[in-house]
Every structure is written in structure tokens, then in C-alpha cells.
């Protein structure tokens, strides 16, 4: 009880001076202390169902710096949930801190969370019956060595290590540990649905070429920032759906097949309009430049720009919305007359031959403000600036 009325007192100061605090308190495990209020600090925003919960057991650091968010992994329970309505049984063989898999299991009958690190399994075994997981079955053992003795299950999970040997980070499928790759007719043999979380980074086309069989590739993403992709596969599945979403918003979810955005004919625009729409990082990264204009009603600027306009505003868009306040070319005059007044601006570049600093410097603009600028090119070639507010 001591310690939690420690814990309790001090987790909102900096851990180095709860560590001051704690020289010469031998009653009380220091890192342990340490480790449960550095823990309880990263998550409180990251997970925090979590965090809300009292006498978690959190250890190292990089099991936290690695875990899924919250809504990321609510995301990839509803994803479970929609391809196995009845639930039936699950296995996690990249346990990790656990994130993902206590909130996917909830919707199983049963579910065995595998990892190799004592640690981690011994935190697991602490945490799950505290998460409402009582029935969650904890397996010290090597996740591919499992895999081979397993019997086979509904859903199958793996997050493979993105490090290597000597911990700088990876990105291609075969540099991962394991080799979902190498594993994957054993994976397909043994799980009915086969669901992979890869690195952000990785290219999306390429992977569904390597992996083939996959039935949906979600491109999830949070705070404007693309953050990871969830592949599913299984066996015998062809034409891939491609899943667009932001955890952060209920139901913005675009979901095209790639053969959808190759027939694609958007309208091009003649010139910028009332209102301007830029797509979201998981847009562009499953590759849905044309099909979003065609979906909305908009025009599209450029074959290459990806930036979209309308004459009234459109809601729903995967992405941002502006509110077109002028428009420039880049002669002397025109940038004197549209720069007026203005000092600082948020500036993109979408196909433009300058990079966002060096315009920067050119136009003498600092960072900031209310106004959005974008530098891009119009389907006749003419290089255009666009002032927008934000809607």
C-alpha cells in the first residue's frame, strides 16, 4: 500500500526527481517504483484505459516506446470483430507489452498471448486479470516455435520486431523478426485469418506483392500521421481491399480495391476554386490519388499533385479542407500583391520544383499563423501559390 500512495503522490513530477526522492527509501523497490510511474507517463495519452488502471506493472522502456496507441488497437479489435462475428480462437505470437492483443481478445472465447521475454510475460500475467482479462492465456515460448506446435486457430496476430541486431530500425518484411514472409505457408496453415502489423514505412504495392493472398490492407493513421499498416491475409484471398482510416474519427474509413483508383476518371480542374482539399497521409499511402475526387465530386489540379478543389465545400473528405482566399503565379508583381501584409504562413509543397525551405527563403515567410499556404502546379504546367484558412 506504501508503494501505491507513493505512486499515487509522485507519478506527475519527472522520474528524475522521483529518484532523488527515493535515495535512502529502502521500504520501497526504486525501480520498480520508477518503472511503474515512467510507464504510467507514457501511456496516460497513449492507452489510457490503461493508464487508468491502478497497480499496472510496467517494464522496460522500449516495450513502451513500441506498443500500439489505444485507438489503434481498438481499431484493429473492430477489424477482428467484422471478420469474426463469432469469435472462436485467437493467438497473439508477438506478445509485447500487450496492447494490442487485450483489446482483440475480448472479442474471443480464447486467446493465448505468446512472447519470448520473461519480463513481458511475467507483466502480462500481472496486468491482463486487471485489464478484465482473466481467461487470457500467457505462453513463455518463442513465437515461431509456437507457431509450429499450435493448433490452429481463427485469427492469427504478429507484430514483428522492426530492429535489428544492433537496434537501429527496419522497414522491408525480410529484414523484421521473424520473416512473415518466409513463415507465411505455415501461418496461412494455421490461422483461418492471419493479421500482420508492419512499419508505416513500408511500401504498401510492394508488400502486397510479396505476401499475395492478402484480403484487406488497412493504412491506419492518428494525429495526422500515418502510423501503421494491418495486413490480412488468408488463404486463397486475391484483389486485396485497401482500407483507409483515422483512428482518431468514428467511421472515416475509405475503402476502394486498386483496380477502383486505376479505372478512375477524375475531372481536371481549369483553375483553383472556392474551397481546396488535401488528402490524408493513409490516402496517399494506399495510393488513392484519383478515386477520392471521383468519390466527392471534386476537381483535381494536377495528374501529380493530389490536391483537390470544388466550388462548395464538400464534408466527409479523407483529409483537410480549406477555404480558398486568393490565388498567385510567381511573378514580381503578383507575389507583391498577394504577399501584402503577411509575414508568417503554414507553407506545403505538393509537385512543386522547390523544397519548403528554400521557398521559404524566397519568399521571406516565417512559420506559423493562420493562414495555409500551398506551392503546386496546375494541369496546364502553371506554378501556382493558394492561400487558404482552415475549415
Sequence with gaps: MLEEDFIREHRTRRVEEVALLLAGRKELDAGRVLRRIEGWQRLRQKVPSWAACEDLDYPRRLALEQCSGEAAARYKATVAGRLLPAGGTMAD??????VDFSFVARRFGRAVYVERQPELCAAARHNFPLLGLPEAVVTEADGTDFLRRM?????????PARRDGAGRKTVRIGDCDPDVAELLPLLLEKGRYVMLKLSPMLDLHEALTQLGCVEEAHVTGASGECKEL????????????????????????????????????????????????????????????KLAAVRFGLEKLHPNSHLYTSDREVRGFPGRCFRVERTAGFGKRELRDFMAGTERANLTVRNFPASVADLRKRLRLKEGGDEYWFATTLRDGTRRLIACRKI
Design 93 to 98: 505470437l508477438t506478445g509485447g507489452l500487450g
Design 230 to 289: 494491418l495486413l490480412v491475409l488468408r488463404k486463397g484471398a486475391e484483389s486485396p481491399v485497401l482500407c483507409c482510416a483515422d483512428c482518431d474519427v468514428a467511421e472515416a474509413e475509405f475503402r476502394f480495391r486498386p483496380e477502383e483508383e486505376e479505372a478512375a476518371r477524375p475531372v481536371w480542374a481549369e483553375k483553383v476554386r472556392a474551397f481546396l482539399y488535401e488528402p490524408s497521409p493513409v490516402l496517399l499511402k494506399a495510393g488513392a490519388f
Design 151 to 159: 493448433k490452429p486457430v481463427d485469427l492469427l496476430f504478429m507484430d
